[in-house]
């Protein structure tokens, strides 16, 4: 039903910044508000971790405590989008980052919680 696709992954300098989109079909706009909406990342040899999420509901995100002061997810539901900005970014943040979403998905945090995985974007975090 629902595709997603990743994009504006690359190569960022230490402490440099980036915003990473998520372009979703199968959504009508009328209906795109009643997606939850998430972000995982997949370092070389690890497994896929939590990253941020949007609830459909309206007004809260939620973010792994160790990436809460630095990334912000937002979504644009009338574009089908939604976004990570990350900032101060370090090498331990290189990895392929997921977009993910569930039809009105009320738990947020595990690979389980969302039904539909974009394809990832590789961000790289060196000098």
């Known amino acids: 039903q629902v595709q997603l696709v990743e994009s504006g992954g690359g190569l960022v300098q230490p402490g440099g910044s980036l915003r990473l989109s998520c372009a979703a079909s199968?959504?009508?706009?009328?209906?795109?508000?009643?997606?939850?909406m998430g972000w995982f990342r997949q370092a070389p040899g690890k497994e896929r971790e939590f990253v941020a999420a949007?609830?459909?509901?309206?007004?809260?995100?939620y973010y792994a405590d160790s990436l809460k002061d630095r990334f912000t997810i937002s979504r644009d539901n009338a574009k089908n989008r939604v976004y990570l900005q990350m900032s101060s970014l370090k090498p331990e943040d290189t990895a392929v980052y997921y977009c993910a979403a569930r039809y009105r998905g009320s738990t947020y945090y595990t690979l389980g919680d969302y039904d539909y995985w974009g394809q990832g974007t590789k961000v790289t975090v060196s000098s």
């Open positions: 199968g959504f009508t706009v009328s209906s795109s508000s009643s997606y939850t």
């Open positions: 949007s609830s459909w509901t309206g007004g809260r995100t």
